[in-house]
T-cell receptor, first 113, second 116 residues
Framework: AQTVTQSQPEMSVQEAETVTLSCTYDTSESDYYLFWYKQPPSRQMILVIRQEAYKQQNATENRFSVNFQKAAKSFSLKISDSQLGDAAMYFCAYRSTGNQFYFGTGTSLTVIP | GAGVSQSPRYKVAKRGQDVALRCDPISGHVSLFWYQQALGQGPEFLTYFQNEAQLDKSGLPSDRFFAERPEGSVSTLKIQRTQQEDSAVYLC??????????????FGEGSRLTVL
């Protein structure tokens, strides 16, 4: 089975600064999707950004971007110009060809005013 | 509906009671997933439906857990004879299509179950 590892249980960043959240995964598949989800204290998870494994170009969504290293099986999330509203739990997720989703244990991000 | 709706949001049960958690996915979404999320942990897969068919139930922790989606829309997760270790947030998520696509999961707010 695929596994997703987030090695940073907690991270903090000054408002307006940049922070990078790490994620690694283990798989034998060649085609898959990777996601970063954000879970604010209300607990509803929302999608931040997605990456298709067959695309070499790193995905970007406004202040959010990823560094996807397929050979290293690494998928980090960079948040630029951090805002107070970015404070949340962030989960890295892997979607297999069998339409199964695997989640990491999460990183709790604190934004310091 | 506009989003994935789950009810009840909070449920307190005495050990040994049966509980039923409901999920109403986004209209037209074919795939429906149930996850269990313990405090401070990531979601753990329980079961997956494609329309009314339960394609994967490998994550259900015991035979006390049962899920159904009889008409391919609303789903119910039932837990019989609840135990304290069942205390968690139960997340429901849906996605649009069954075939390989870029579709992400859309999550509900979850049902927080506390077993006393």
């Amino acid at each position: 089975a695929q596994t997703v590892t987030q090695s940073q249980p907690e991270m903090s960043v000054q408002e307006a600064e940049t922070v990078t959240l790490s994620c690694t995964y283990d798989t034998s598949e060649s085609d898959y999707y990777l996601f970063w989800y954000k879970q604010p204290p209300s607990r509803q998870m929302i999608l931040v950004i997605r990456q298709e494994a067959y695309k070499q170009q790193n995905a970007t969504e406004n202040r959010f971007s990823v560094n996807f290293q397929k050979a290293a099986k690494s998928f980090s999330l960079k948040i630029s110009d951090s805002q107070l509203g970015d404070a949340a739990m962030y989960f890295c997720a892997y979607r297999s060809t069998g339409n199964q989703f695997y989640f990491g244990t999460g990183t709790s991000l604190t934004v310091i005013p | 509906g506009a989003g994935v709706s789950q009810s009840p949001r909070y449920k307190v049960a005495k050990r040994g009671q049966d509980v039923a958690l409901r999920c109403d996915p986004i209209s037209g979404h074919v795939s429906l997933f149930w996850y269990q999320q313990a405090l401070g942990q990531g979601p753990e897969f329980l079961t997956y439906f494609q329309n009314e068919a339960q394609l994967d139930k490998s994550g259900l922790p015991s035979d006390r857990f049962f899920a159904e989606r009889p008409e391919g829309s609303v789903s119910t997760l039932k837990i019989q004879r609840t135990q304290q270790e069942d205390s968690a947030v139960y997340l429901c998520a849906s996605s649009l299509r069954r075939t390989w696509d870029t579709g992400e999961l859309f999550f509900g707010e979850g049902s927080r179950l506390t077993v006393l």
